[in-house]
């Protein structure tokens, strides 16, 4: 799978799948939130989609997610 780069009006520039933190993370629905967070493939995604929740929703239980998804990461 080839990973694209891609620039939208509403946020940074964003690796991995295409999608912005903010249409990863926007949804309320968990199963989405949890999918949308177990394909991010590089620290950079996941340090934007970290600012994103920070500066918007700030869901503690979505940054453990993310906390735990860079802990893979480290590892892999």
């Known amino acids: 799978m080839a990973r694209r780069l891609i620039v939208t009006e509403h946020a940074e520039t964003t690796e991995?799948?295409?999608?912005?933190?903010?249409?990863?993370?926007?949804?309320?629905?968990?199963?989405?939130?949890?999918?949308?967070?177990v394909t991010i493939h590089d620290m950079e995604t996941l340090r934007e989609c970290v600012a994103y929740e920070n500066a918007n929703q700030n869901r503690q239980p979505i940054l453990r997610q993310l906390a735990e998804r860079a802990t893979e990461l480290r590892a892999e």
């Open 16 to 37: 991995s799948s295409g999608l912005t933190p903010e249409q990863r993370l926007s949804t309320t629905n968990t199963h989405l939130l949890r999918a949308s967070i």
